[in-house]
């Protein structure tokens, strides 16, 4: 049998890592030969030049993507990401693990992820409206409430989300709220999107808490990345009575052994835009901040940022991979060696925020809405229901937890493509 090397196109470190985890996954179930390079590489892709009038009357082009990387399951759903060092092969690795979040957590999805190089925090408002608008405008026959449904990542918002539904909307010539999720609720978002991923995690990491006989009022937590992921998980773990001892974003990391105010660290950035000179603690630096003798450590930022060399240093019981794809595969090997960390894999750990999303797209589509406590607690009962089964096949199989989430993601992807055949 020949074999096809697809993946020129997206060659990068987080791309292979992706893969290699994927071919782990197909090892450890025994996944037929035929059925893997199906169902490993994005079915498609589309890159986009945007040309947008800057406020002092230049034109900036720039480069947008997007990763469609199953389709065989339902309409794909992911995020759409605004960052200076987007490449296409991160933006197709998003979508693979898209992909195995949607399966494992049993979402009619496949994997998608969208992404444009820029930096957002550099652009005014006029300029973000013109290139969202753009983006979507391009991407008008590629995506869809049945084709392929965008939601807000790194660098994006609901206004952004609230630009692209208008702009869909006015090409085909009614409301369309079920085109992009993470909406403002007033354009038809869901209660509870917002704050969704960051209480999906918090919400886990207490279980996991619970299962190791840890009071989580007794842990102490360093959450790197204070966007909406990471805010909102320290919230919502200050508010179950952990102690949130370090925090960071780009610009560093704030330390207080005594615990950082959340709410106060919060009115800060609204105000600073950035966590540099808040003075709930001390300043040290986001290396440390992972390094730190914590009950539980947060990577809520960027990938690959658990390394060969801080995987040795790390001093958490318990590591809640908030980011997509934080751990690089020879730091994943090196806890596995260890044995001394329970790691929440990404596509388990953040998966709250495309479970509420699949309630806003849910909503939408019926026109009927639910209330906050109606969201939170079917997402709680989906996130009980992926724990279980995750660790229900830890045990079967004596998996790590990370290679127990995606073979079952996996193995559910790779089935409906069996099942389904090839066409024609
Ligand atoms: N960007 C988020 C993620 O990585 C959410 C995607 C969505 O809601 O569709 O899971």
Redesign the pocket.
């Known amino acids: 049998m020949s074999k096809v090397i697809v993946s020129a196109l997206y060659k990068s470190d987080v791309f292979t890592m992706a893969c290699r985890q994927f071919d782990q996954a197909a090892d450890a179930i025994n996944l037929p030969e035929d059925l893997r390079d199906r169902t490993k590489y994005p079915r498609r892709c589309l890159a986009v030049a945007l040309p947008i009038k800057r406020d002092d009357g230049s034109i900036t082009v720039f480069e947008g993507y997007r990763v469609q990387h199953n389709l065989s399951t339902g309409p794909s759903?992911?995020?759409?990401?605004f960052h200076e060092h987007v490449t296409i092969g991160e933006v197709a690795a998003?979508a693979m693990?898209?992909s195995w979040?949607c399966s494992l957590v049993g979402l009619p999805?496949g994997g998608?992820?969208g992404g444009v190089i820029c930096n957002p925090r550099q652009m005014s408002q006029g300029e973000l409206e013109r290139l969202s608008r753009r983006y979507m405008q391009e991407m008008i026959n590629f995506v869809g409430p049945q084709i392929d449904?965008?939601?807000?990542?790194?660098g994006t918002n609901e206004q952004i989300m609230g630009w692209m539904m208008d702009t869909y909307s006015n090409h085909v010539g009614h409301v369309e709220p079920a085109v992009v999720?993470?909406k403002p609720i007033s354009l038809g978002g869901s209660e509870g999107?917002r704050e969704?991923?960051g209480a999906g995690v918090a919400y886990l990491v207490k279980a996991y808490l619970e299962d190791m006989k840890i009071p989580v009022k007794n842990a102490t937590v360093a959450i790197q990345g204070f966007g909406n992921v990471g805010s909102e998980t320290a919230a919502a773990l200050a508010n179950y009575g952990a102690k949130i001892i370090a925090i960071s974003d780009y610009t560093g990391a704030i330390y207080n052994e005594r615990g950082i105010d959340i709410r106060k660290a919060l009115e800060y950035v609204k105000y600073a835009k950035v966590l540099k000179d808040f003075d709930g603690g001390q300043a040290i630096s986001n290396e440390q901040l992972l390094e730190l003798k914590v009950t539980v450590l947060i990577p809520a930022a960027l990938e690959r940022v658990i390394t060969n060399d801080n995987a040795p240093k790390l001093q958490c019981r318990l590591l809640a991979e908030a980011a997509?794809g934080p751990t690089t595969n020879s730091a994943d090997k090196i806890l596995e060696q260890r044995g001394d960390i329970e790691i929440i894999p990404d596509v388990l750990c953040?998966?709250g925020?495309?479970i509420?999303?699949?309630f806003e797209w849910l909503q939408n589509l019926q026109h009927y809405y639910w209330t906050r406590d109606e969201v939170l607690q079917k997402l709680f009962t989906m996130l009980d229901r992926a724990k279980a089964s995750v660790d229900a096949q830890k045990a079967k199989f004596g998996f790590s937890r990370r290679l127990a989430a995606l073979t079952l993601g996996i193995a559910r992807v790779a089935d409906a493509k069996r099942i389904r055949g090839l066409f024609p």
């Open positions: 759903k992911g995020g759409i990401r998003l693990w898209m979040k999805y998608a992820k449904v965008p939601a807000p990542d790194m999720t993470g999107r969704a991923t997509n953040n998966s925020g495309v509420v999303s699949y």
